[in-house]
């Protein structure tokens, strides 16, 4: 069926809607889950097979997202989504679009219309899809646990849904080939059963070589915690759920803002009860000296302490001025971190910092200065690749992923997490501004939105924890580095990081691990 016909079928069904159950359901097409194609409500339809096998493919322990787009007549009611596929974990969203101001995070003065959120719950928000503005919701944003029915308005062309399915492979489930369904059910149409094949990979990802942190600017409420959804306040659960989502999102670490006391006890325990790693600290909660960090390390497994140098962006700094708190804190047992951007930085501070964070200018030659850091033992970890709030998934896959991984670095600190602006208004206002240059053009830069019971991701969220997994295979594949054909796709890797496609190469790079593993 071409598309014109497709949709004058859609019309024919939206004029006899009057009856109570339509003849067919909705046609059903799978699509690329991290994909710069946008799949609106009214939009062309994509290409693909109609009710094809939904396909999937990863390795125990990984989650992977299969995602589809059904294009229904509108009018239809308690559109649901369930999925059978038995030795799984699976968690069914609908795609959210909405009115942003800027679709990246240093612009908030060009409107656009967009895909943003993954709910449970669709009317979680309210959007006015024919006016730019700030969306509607309640006091508490508070998402669904699990996928609710949505209603879908009647179109004179009809109405396509997109849908994300994120299948978890368990670590006891079985290699091989697995069949299950994906059942879509409405109100005003017959089910529609889509057979779904998963094929569980014969071997285990390592880690990978790149550590994969974020800023996490929150701090946990000591007191009597009030109800809220703050990108800065946390109670408690809040603070678990967010640490679960990050690893959940093969993130593994968290820049902490949270300072010496009772709440960084409780922040530890919440990052190893959700299996984040405590041996690299790397704090931004304000220095005081060694004590109080030491007080935790042996309780909550810290090996290696490191604080926040002074931010740095000049060429014209005091560089003798600037580090000499470094070397004092290196001189207490500290190891020092900072953003480090300006070129010839690495001449300037010497041995005064242990890892340079960096957003480099496109005239440098990134992979050069990271082997440079190396020599002098100066861990390398970028940002701003771009800095979270963007609307383009691929961005982060693409270069926070194979990129990095081409240029050798040791890792990532995307910011942030949450960030409002301005400081402290509604993470949910895209369009409320601060008057404060520079940040009077700054979207907020949130990978995640507050939300009262854990956070609501976003599409370019679930682009980082792509990358996270493209460099897992890479890291994987590299241990068999001395076979001819995997040097060969490990060096056309590096030499086309900026252009190669992504999923072929996940999909070549687990082909060739399984060859090596014989």
């Known amino acids: 069926m071409n598309f014109n016909l497709a949709k004058i079928g859609m019309v024919l069904m939206a004029v006899l809607s009057t009856a109570k159950v339509m003849a067919v359901g ?22 693909g097979e109609e009710h094809p096998t939904f396909l999937g493919r990863g390795c ?54 967009c895909p943003l959120w993954l709910v449970h719950d669709f009317d979680l928000v309210q959007v006015d899809r024919d006016t730019p503005g700030p969306v509607k919701h309640r006091p508490l944003v508070d998402d669904s646990p699990t996928l609710k029915p949505m209603n879908l308005p009647a179109e004179y062309l009809g109405y396509n849904q997109q ?30 059963v889509v057979p779904l094949k998963f094929y569980v990979w014969p071997f285990e990802l390592v880690k990978p070589r790149i550590e994969y942190a974020v800023c996490y600017r929150a701090t946990i409420q000591i007191a009597e915690p009030d109800a809220t959804c703050s990108d800065v306040l946390k109670t408690l659960s809040q603070a678990k759920a967010d640490f679960k989502d990050m690893v959940r999102h093969g993130c593994t670490n968290a820049v902490s803002y949270e300072p010496c006391g009772k709440g960084m006890a409780l922040a530890f325990g919440a990052r190893r009860a959700a299996g984040m790693s405590n041996e690299r600290y790397i704090t931004c909660g304000g220095y005081q000296g060694m004590g109080p960090y030491k007080e935790y390390d042996a309780q909550w497994g810290v090996k290696e302490n490191y604080v926040y140098g002074p931010n740095e962006n000049s060429k014209d700094a005091d560089w003798a001025a600037l580090t000499a708190p470094w070397r004092e804190s290196q001189k207490q047992g500290a190891k020092v971190w900072g953003w480090i951007n300006s070129v010839g930085w690495l001449d300037r501070v010497g041995a005064s910092v242990d890892m340079a964070v960096t957003n480099w200018p496109p005239s440098v030659d990134v992979a050069a200065v990271v082997k440079a850091a190396h020599k002098r033992g100066i861990l390398m970890y970028a940002y701003g690749q771009p800095q979270t709030g963007g609307l383009h998934p691929v961005d982060y896959r693409r270069n926070d992923g194979v990129r990095l991984w081409a240029f050798g670095f040791d890792g990532v600190i995307p910011y942030a997490y949450q960030h409002t602006f301005p400081d402290g208004g509604d993470a949910w206002d895209d369009f409320a501004v601060t008057t404060q240059v520079p940040r009077d053009i700054y979207r907020s830069h949130n990978f995640t939105y507050p939300a009262l019971h854990g956070p609501v991701a976003t599409l370019s969220w679930e682009g980082y924890a792509a990358a996270t997994v493209d460099t897992r295979y890479l890291t994987t594949l590299e241990q068999y580095a001395s076979h001819p054909q995997v040097a060969a796709f490990l060096a056309q890797c590096k030499a086309e990081a900026d252009t190669i496609d992504l999923d ?14 014989g």
């Open 26 to 47: 909705p046609l059903v097409i799978q699509v690329p889950a991290v994909t710069e194609q946008r799949y609106d409500w009214n939009s062309v339809r994509p290409g």
């Open 60 to 113: 125990r322990g990984e989650w992977v997202p299969v995602s589809f787009v059904a294009l229904t007549p509108g009018g239809l009611h308690n559109l649901m989504v369930k999925v059978n596929l038995p030795g799984f974990e699976t968690d069914v969203k609908w795609v959210k679009w909405t009115w942003v101001s800027g679709q990246y995070s240093q612009d908030n003065r060009h409107p656009a219309w």
């Open 163 to 192: 849908v994300w399915l994120d299948v978890h492979v368990l670590p006891t489930t079985p290699v091989g080939e697995h069949l299950g369904t994906v059942t879509i059910t409405s109100d005003e149409t017959p089910p529609v």
């Open 504 to 517: 072929a190469m996940r999909q070549r790079a687990a082909q060739l691990i399984v060859e090596c593993e």
